[in-house]
Each structure stands twice: as structure tokens, then as C-alpha cells.
């Protein structure tokens, strides 16, 4: 069937929604290509998944390096499989520009998880509240696994509303999605209780949740198999063990009270509430708290759904801020289920109002408002990245054994790359050439260069960097032992850095 005759038969409803859903999509896709950093390498756990990805591209098979959740840079090294380039930049831009895909065709899930709730036309809102959520902007530009990792949980969520055979493929994405984070495996359980809690009417349906829990199994095997002949851990239920161990452990052995497994718990709880509150900023702070005393006061169909899929999926974050991880990204997995929860209100009140379309009209000017300010305010200066990183391409030619100088030197390891091939970018190691010399860890100048045998210091003068190291910085003269052998600004560069080399026979 032709495309225009599919599209005849469809409803002029639906026509209509279809059309709004494209706009809101390439809104979506306007703002995340605005906020690209394209002249910028990739950086932390962004890089780690590039070096994966690449090393599995040119070697057909899983390098020689463990990795929890690697099927995201397993995914990747299909498209790094297809030469197009021979500059690493280009596929680190490829990489960002699938994360930028993956979180704009999440969109359509949240629409139809959405739909489950709500109107179509509220459905919509749904959507528009995720593609302009702006942390979910920023982590779309930056080539992390989470775009990818929302979109088959989103996309299993819809699937579990659907169809007995359509659960079946659910418990399959929920399977791919813990290969490409290992929390998916909580979406697992959140799905089994909620089918047990909707068919205890119905006991004989208990019986299809053995193929559910076979075909997630499945999924995981190959992978578990590989980890285990290679590295002799298969990375998933092994880390959600050691995990749970470390918990009762520390739990056990908080000494800040008397009553200390209660008060450690009870920190984790504050901590999660805090951050939890806190990626409701800018544009689910009205909403979602509206949203939730609608869910425990009315008679919402399927809010058990809602409830325990929420739970479940915070119980990854509970287990970072217990350990002191103080990321929001842990919480981002949720924006789904908040994007339902917040038409709630948004319902509660169109029913209410004659001038319904106006009152939808200041709901969406408010979420591009409120959703763009929070951007610009958190912009990144592109410039100043841009520029640390090219001058960590002088501090690696000229550094042997440098002190750190974060968040700046973490463009150190791509440095390097600039000048090199892709086959020879594999062929080294990532951590060949690191910065991980701490200066604050050390009293005086002396101690911090004897001890960490440095041949180099790369100064900015930034506040937060060690007070000799800045008296270094701003009286250059005073040590004649430390040679300058570069100066950021006779390169034109804003970004002010020197680098010295030390010379030990004036030092000593």
C-alpha cells in the first residue's frame, strides 16, 4: 500500500495528531541540534563507549577490557563499522548524533504510554514535556547510553499495555535495555509484580510469566556467556549481588547513630527525595506534585502501574546516593512515567474550563519558556571547551607527568588523538595518558612534585585549584627552577594556561 493511500484511510483525528507529534518531533530535534557541540570530543563515560564501540568495530569481536553495560558501544560499533572517515572527531559527532535520534523517537512511546491515560491531545503534551525536558537535551548531545536505555524502557511500557504476544516482545526490550544499563533488570521485577498484581483474579495467566521471564533470560545469555569466558563475571546479576552486598554492609557498620542501619537509610531516603524534587526543576515542578495526590486520591485506571514502575526504577538512585553518588542522572529514567503523571492536573483542570484550547496554548508557551531559560542558564561555554581541549593537545605533546587541573583536563585523553589514525587510536590503551596528580592532596610545592615525580605543570590560576600552584601562576619569576615553555595567551586563547617544565637540576 501506497504511503498517500495509508494515509487516506486514516482517521482526520489521528491525521491531525500525527502531524502535530511530527512538529513537536523536529522542535526536538532544532533544539538538540542548537546545543550540538560539534568541535568538542567526547569526554568520561561518553569516551569509554567510544573507545569500546571503535575497538569492537576494527577487531569483530568484544575487546579485551570488562564492561558492565556495554550494549550501547556494541550497538555503536555496527555504525563504526561502516569507514566513512578516517578523523575520530566524525565518529564521536556519529555517536552523539544517535543519542540525538534515540531521545527524539522516544517522543512517540511517551505519546502512546500517554495515550493509555489521557486524550490524544493531552497525549501530546506527554511528549512535548519530554523532547523539551531540558537535562534530557543535555544528555542527548553528549553520547551517553541513557538515550538509548529510555527508549526500549519507554518503549516496553507501551508494549505492556498492549496485547498478551506484544508483553512478550516487552520483556524482550526490557531484557536489551538492562545489556545497555544493568538497573534495567528493575524494570524486570516492577513488570512481573504488576502482572501477578492485575491477574490475581485470573490465576491461570500466572502461567505466562515463565516465557516473560524465559525470554529475558534469553536475552541475556549470549552476552552473560561472552562476559564470563572472557573476564570470569557476566556483569549484570553479579553486580546487582555485589551490589546488594555493599549495601547491607555499610548499612550495618554507620556508626553516625545509635540506631545506625535506620539512620543510613534514612540519609538515602533525604538525599533521594532532595534530588528527586530537584529534576522536577523547571518544567514538572507544577505538575508532577498536583499529578501524584490526583494518582493516591482518585480511582486512576492502572495506577498500580504507575506506582510500582516508579518505585522500582528510583531503587538504582536509592543505591547512588547511599554510596555518595550525587547524580541526577539516576532519576532521568523516570521522566516517562512523570510526563504521565503531570497531564493529571493538566486533564483535571480542561474539564473544568470553557476556553480549553487557550488554556493548552499557556501550558505549551510555558514549556518552551521555562525549558529554554533553564537551558541558556545551564549552557555550556562551547568556546572555553573547545579551547581547553586544544590546548590539552600542546599539554600532551609537551607533559610526560602532569598534575590534574579538572574539569579542564579531562580533554587529556583525546588530546593525543588528534594526529593519529583509528587503528592506532584502538591499538592504545585510554588511560595511556592521565592526568592523575592531585596537587590538593599536598601541602607545599616540593612534596607535590617529589612524590608524584612530575615533569610538567599545567597552571590556569582557576580559585579552586592549590594555593602554591596559583603563587605559581600569578609570580612566575619567583621559580627559576620551572622553565615556561608554553603561554595560552601569546596563542590568542582566552582560556589562560601555562605549562612549565621542571627543571630538577635547579630544583634539587
Known amino acids: 500500500m501506497k504511503l498517500n493511500s495509508f494515509y487516506k484511510i486514516i482517521e482526520p483525528s489521528s491525521r491531525q495528531n500525527i502531524l502535530v507529534l511530527m512538529s513537536v518531533i523536529f522542535i526536538g530535534i532544532s533544539l538538540r541540534m542548537y546545543y550540538f557541540p560539534y568541535d568538542i570530543p567526547l569526554v568520561m563515560d561518553s569516551l569509554l563507549y567510544f573507545k569500546y564501540a571503535l575497538d569492537t ?19 555503536l560499533s555496527v555504525f ?28 512517540i512511546p511517551i505519546y502512546f504510554l500517554c495515550k493509555k491515560f489521557v486524550e490524544p491531545r493531552l497525549a501530546l503534551i506527554g511528549a512535548l514535556l519530554f523532547l523539551l ?3 534530557i537535551i543535555q544528555q542527548s548531545v553528549t553520547g551517553v547510553s541513557e538515550p538509548l536505555y529510555i527508549l526500549l524502557i519507554t518503549s516496553s511500557l507501551v508494549l505492556f499495555f498492549s496485547k498478551q504476544k506484544y508483553q512478550y516482545i516487552s520483556f524482550a526490550l526490557v531484557g536489551f535495555s538492562t545489556l545497555v544499563r544493568y538497573e534495567g533488570i528493575v524494570l524486570f521485577f516492577a513488570l512481573i509484580l504488576i502482572f501477578l498484581i492485575n491477574n490475581r483474579k485470573n490465576v491461570k495467566q500466572y502461567f505466562h510469566v515463565i516465557p516473560m521471564i524465559g525470554i529475558f533470560i534469553l536475552v541475556l545469555l549470549p552476552m552473560s556467556f561472552l562476559q564470563l569466558e572472557n573476564f570470569g563475571q557476566e556483569g549484570i546479576f553479579s553486580k546487582v549481588v555485589a551490589g546488594g552486598n555493599v549495601l547491607t554492609k555499610e548499612s550495618s557498620t554507620h556508626s553516625e547513630s545509635a540506631f545506625s542501619p535506620v539512620f543510613y537509610f534514612q540519609n538515602s531516603i533525604i538525599q533521594l527525595v532532595k534530588f528527586l524534587v530537584w529534576s522536577w526543576i ?37 543505591y547512588a546516593y547511599s554510596r555518595g553518588i550525587e547524580e541526577i542522572r539516576y532519576l532521568i529514567v523516570l521522566y516517562p512515567i512523570l510526563c504521565v503523571i503531570s497531564l493529571f492536573p493538566i486533564r483535571e483542570v480542561t474539564k473544568k474550563i ?40 600542546k599539554v600532551v605533546e609537551v607533559g610526560q607527568v602532569i598534575n590534574t587541573y579538572y574539569p579542564e583536563s579531562k580533554y587529556i ?35 607535590f612534585i617529589v612524590q608524584e615525580k612530575l615533569t610538567h605543570l599545567v597552571i590556569d590560576g582557576h580559585p579552586d585549584r592549590a594555593k602554591f600552584l596559583n603563587e605559581i601562576f600569578h609570580n612566575e619569576n619567583e621559580f627559576p627552577f620551572l622553565i615556561k615553555i608554553f603561554d595560552s595567551k601569546n596563542e590568542g586563547y582566552d582560556y589562560h594556561v601555562k605549562i612549565f617544565e621542571i627543571n630538577y637540576n635547579l630544583f634539587r
Open 57 to 75: 568495530s576494527i577487531l569483530g569481536e568484544l575487546p579485551n577490557q570488562f564492561l558492565n553495560n556495554n550494549g550501547w558501544p556494541i550497538f
Open 80 to 107: 563504526f563499522s561502516i569507514p566513512f572517515s578516517e578523523s575520530f572527531m566524525d565518529y564521536m559527532n556519529l555517536q552523539r548524533v544517535l543519542t540525538v535520534v534515540f531521545s527524539v523517537i522516544t517522543a
Open 133 to 135: 525536558e531540558p537535562r
Open 282 to 318: 523547571p518544567i514538572f515542578i507544577l505538575f508532577v506534585p498536583l499529578g501524584l495526590i490526583l494518582v493516591f486520591k482518585k480511582n486512576i485506571e492502572n495506577k498500580v502501574f504507575l506506582i510500582c514502575t516508579g518505585i522500582f526504577l528510583m531503587i538504582p538512585a536509592f
Open 354 to 393: 470553557k476556553k480549553q484550547n487557550l488554556f493548552l496554548g499557556i501550558i505549551i508557551f510555558s514549556i518552551i519558556i521555562s525549558s529554554m531559560g533553564f537551558l541558556e542558564y545551564k549552557k555550556i561555554d562551547n568556546i572555553h571547551e573547545y579551547e581547553a581541549y586544544q590546548i590539552s593537545k
Open 413 to 447: 585523553r583525546t588530546g593525543g588523538m588528534h594526529n593519529e589514525t583509528l587503528l592506532e587510536i584502538s591499538s592504545k590503551s585510554l588511560y595511556e595518558f592521565d592526568s592523575n596528580h592531585h596537587a590538593k592532596e599536598f601541602e607545599n610545592l616540593k612534596d
